[in-house]
């Protein structure tokens, strides 16, 4: 049997509305319960092994069904550490400066969120970056990148990333005014096209992972 050198749009299609809606469920039928029965350390290590499970998973599954010549980078080599890539420092220290510069001006100092909680270096930095760079980018920008121009796929992954965020959305209490939700839309998509240009430049998943869990942390620690 003939296998082409891209993956169909139609399965990547199939394989985004599939994983959406499997996060949607997980999100009511899981997440939602955890968050009202359960407080501490034990609602964060069961939401983190949630995430862990569902996002790895389907990562590993996506990969798994694809052949190696549909691919613009291997697994076992995008996991490898960009020690080179110059570019990824000069981001990763530009995204820490511009964020501690705004919560400066915001709050004319640096000070630590009133909300934030220890269980969030868990939620916020360790799982987050790791299990949503390994779907989006890892993934589908990495077959993306296969079929069309960086721009095209880049712009279309950071499109899918910034929609697989609205089942939180929709599940949040209180519910997120029309406000926040087109402000956090239009920004995790901003980060989704800099997290897939720091991939498809260092054909690595680090580069985005660390600059990921820098901004969420800080986000979380300083807004």
Do not use: C
Not at 94 to 106: G, H
């Amino acid at each position: 049997m003939t296998v082409t050198h891209t993956v169909s749009a139609k399965r990547l299609v199939v394989q985004f509305i599939s994983f959406w809606l499997l996060w949607f469920i997980v999100q009511i039928g899981l997440n939602q319960p955890i968050q009202r029965h359960f407080a501490g350390w034990s609602q964060e290590i069961l939401l983190d092994l949630i995430k862990l499970i569902v996002w790895l998973g389907a990562a590993w599954w996506f990969l798994h069904q694809t052949p190696a010549q549909q691919l613009t980078v291997p697994n076992s080599q995008q996991w490898r550490v960009a020690w080179r890539f110059t570019a990824g420092y000069l981001v990763f220290g530009a995204v820490v400066v511009y964020l501690l510069f705004q919560f400066w001006l915001a709050h004319h100092g640096l000070r630590i969120a009133h909300g934030f909680i220890p269980e969030y270096w868990g939620r916020y930095f360790l799982v987050v970056g790791i299990t949503e760079e390994f779907v989006f980018r890892g993934y589908f920008l990495n077959v993306l990148l296969k079929k069309t121009s960086l721009t095209t796929a880049n712009v279309l992954q950071a499109i899918a990333f910034a929609s697989l965020h609205i089942p939180r959305y929709l599940t949040t209490v209180p519910a997120m005014s029309l406000t926040s939700w087109i402000g956090n839309l239009i920004s995790v998509f901003a980060l989704g096209l800099l997290f897939g240009w720091l991939y498809a430049r260092s054909h690595s998943l680090w580069p985005g992972i660390i600059t990921h869990m820098t901004w969420d942390i800080l986000v979380t620690l300083f807004a």
